[in-house]
């Protein structure tokens, strides 16, 4: 160990420091710092990735009812008829099997229902699911038609006369005015 002592000063045994370096105690303290602060640092890293996995499978459990949702309104519409009571199965999604329930029950309102599709991971999880959607449904399930343009009517592909002879204002269609 060498230092520079200035000339002219008495050195006492023992008592010179060169101003650089830590002490072992110092040492000693930053490691306690250290050793205190990594585990609640991994703790925090761990809740962290934990959180960001039950977001995802929350994200996909909406994915599964809102297909469902539109499954039965797909179904209703083909049959001209809801669902009425429980049913229940399995979907899969993002390559894992979702367990899912469904309820529907008529309202206070007549001709809507309350349907209520609940999605979990496994089927022991359905009472505690992880996603429920809500959705009312109309128990009127006529097919809508579309209304076709008359014969002679403007933009009908050159059909008829097109219009000639005619202000445009037929009363009929939408956004006709009557004189």
Known sequence: MSCLIRSGQEVRAGAVRCGAGFTLIEVMVALAVVAIALPALMTSLY???DNTGYLRDKA???MVASNKLEELRIVSHARQSLLQGR???QASMAGREWYWS????PTAVQ???RIEIAVAASEEDLEQPLFT???FMSSELTPEVESQPEAGSPGDGGQGDGGAGDNGDTGSG???TQP
């Open 60 to 62: 996909l459990a909406q």
């Open 87 to 89: 049913d229940s199965g």
């Open 111 to 113: 001709g809507f229902s």
């Open 47 to 49: 809740l962290h990735l």
């Open 102 to 105: 469904l309820e529907s029950q």
């Open 133 to 135: 959607l809500i959705a």
């Open 174 to 176: 939408a956004g006709g």
